[in-house]
DNA sequence: CGCCAGCTTGACGAGCTTCAAGGGTTGTGG
DNA sequence: CCACAACCCTTGAAGCTCGTCAAGCTGGCG
């Protein structure tokens, strides 16, 4: 009957996954990451909250833990995941989308900065080289991103989509030091998967439960292990070309 | 047995459209377009021609005259259509994607104009701020319809694919002055909107027997009629919120 | 200990794909 | 002018993938 109480965390989270992410675009140096862990913004919100919405005027935010997701919610109920936002990335940057295409909602407690500074000085030219174009290679890789979603729910089949799909996001934990041995922590309930794949959340069960009895990936207790990221990576490579 | 040979068009095609096209992001002054007119380097392709492909360097061009579409091609043959292109849209701006994410094709026989002085000025700060902001805007309205894309594919039926497609294109053709009377030409096979909605072309053909039945469009000969367009927009309204 | 969100399973049916074959239209060559 | 080829559209039949409904289970948290 009471509400869910949310108890904030008292301290910052590590800062290093997140500069670990934007470092994998651009390598930075030491000033460069003194600059970002200067920014002093601070705001940690609960699963649930609606971070940005896609329009102007909106403060962009860099998410420093937790995941996030960009989506859209459809009149009749029916949501459509875009994309996940993991740490170092960017929410409501004014680079793109427009009033109602999306919404930024954070999936588990998250921590974000005001990344307002780094967006002025970029515009003024004031940010430094490899931040200015960390920044454009963020929105770049995040197209790239967009497009696989839609090749993945335009012609891949459901097994395809959640392969393709789990390999994403563990190559993107691997770049923020957040996997190890196969085996990354994995907040995401099946229902969000489901609205991520284009699925309903029963299928997807069936998917996972059928991933599990091949020996391929374990998703259990929060946690995700690829048992076998060979074969996986070939049933996943059905994808770019040309 | 012979090659179907082509035989190119000897003049420039009217770019009355595509100026329509770019006036409606920002309107444009008579100096904007006398700059664009100005573009010299015309090129003339056939349909099924690879306009470009999605990495750097690649000289960016400005379509005038035909259809074309941003594709990727999977390892086994199947197909899936990001978006389609028509006139006034550019092609192969370096803003967004990267090797292999996708590839610019025509579907028509297709007039372009090489757009690389565009995007010179643009970086130089040279461009008229319209025409620099008409290309922003231009990107951002494409990250839309690649958002919109998605939720077809993922949250909608085949019926609700066709009709929110259907609505889409009619008012780009609108917006280029390619459409009255609820009428416009329709150069897409089956096939080709079977590649964009993740369907199969019998399916569509079904759907499509199903809408003209049922007096909402008709497509035949290369041109399609909205018969009821506000009923169709109810059903493509399952779109945005939030 | 009890509650609730999330996971699991079965049964059933709809939506869509696949395979196969036929028909219309357009353009090319004899 | 006709024949033919290529391409596209159309239709039927059969079956698989996936969604829906419904119910029970499990684990974590207050």
Redesign the interface.
């Given at each position: 009957m009471t509400a869910p109480r949310y108890r904030p965390p008292t301290r910052r989270a590590d800062m290093a996954p997140a500069l670990a992410r934007l470092s994998s675009l651009i390598p930075l140096k030491t000033e460069d990451e003194v600059y970002l862990r200067g920014l002093d913004d601070w705001r940690a919100d609960p699963p649930g909250v609606e971070l940005a919405r896609n329009q102007r005027p909106t403060t962009p935010r860099l998410l420093i833990d937790g995941w996030a997701a960009r989506v859209?919610?459809?009149?009749?109920g029916?949501?459509?995941i875009?994309n996940f936002i993991l740490p170092g990335e960017f929410i409501g940057l004014p680079?793109?989308?427009?009033p109602?295409?999306?919404?930024a909602l954070s999936l588990t407690p998250v921590q974000t900065l005001d990344a307002a500074p780094v967006w002025k000085a970029l515009l003024d030219g004031r940010l430094s080289p490899r931040l200015s174009q960390a920044v454009q290679l963020a929105?770049?890789?995040e197209?790239?991103w967009?497009?696989d979603?839609?090749?993945r729910?335009?012609?891949h089949s459901a097994y395809e989509r959640i392969c393709h799909l789990v390999m994403e996001l563990y190559q993107r934990a691997a770049a923020i030091g957040a996997a190890s041995g196969n085996r990354m922590a994995f907040p995401l309930t099946q229902e969000v998967l489901a609205d991520a794949?284009?699925l309903s959340v029963v299928h997807v069960n069936r998917v996972l439960q059928q991933l599990r009895g091949e020996g391929l990936v374990e998703i259990a207790h929060g946690h995700l292990t690829l048992m076998q990221p060979d074969a996986l990576a070939v049933i996943a490579?059905?994808?770019?070309?040309?």
């Open positions: 859209r919610i459809l009149e009749d029916r949501r459509q875009f680079l793109r989308g427009r109602g295409a999306c919404v929105a770049a890789v197209d790239v967009l497009m979603q839609v090749v729910l335009g012609r794949t284009g490579r059905c994808s770019a070309r040309s």
